[in-house]
């Protein structure tokens, strides 16, 4: 059974991951790199992710992904700061507390 502060991590996980909201989003300068169309393309793809398993989301929060891009293998992964973006998060299920952070890479930068 999935708790109710996991539960509220996905819920702000997801927000994040599928319409950019409740945090900040970036892509590294590889994935920045391989221009224009692709980081439209990622985005959409990441935005769409919603093949989440047991084995690739062992924790229940949905915050890391992989998905393929123009034949390229594209990882995003959310993490959670503190809102000066300093620290670590104190509660990732409280969002006065958590700056959400999505950053979209190429798999081997990863």
């Not at 708790?3 to 300068?29: C, M, Q, V």
Request: with cysteine; glycine share 8%.
């Amino acid at each position: 059974m999935t708790s109710a502060r996991t539960l509220k991590i996905r819920e702000l996980n997801d927000a994040l991951r599928s319409s950019l909201t409740g945090g900040e989003g970036y892509f590294t300068a590889e994935a920045v790199g391989m221009g224009p169309d692709f980081m439209v393309d990622a985005l959409a793809a990441v935005r769409g992710f919603d093949a989440f398993t047991v084995a690739n989301d062992p924790y229940g929060e949905h915050d890391f992904g992989c998905v393929a891009v123009h034949e390229e293998k594209v990882i995003w992964k959310i993490d959670y700061y503190d809102p000066t973006l300093c620290y670590g998060s104190n509660d990732p299920a409280d969002p006065a507390q958590t700056t959400r952070v999505i950053t979209i890479m190429l798999a081997h930068e990863y």
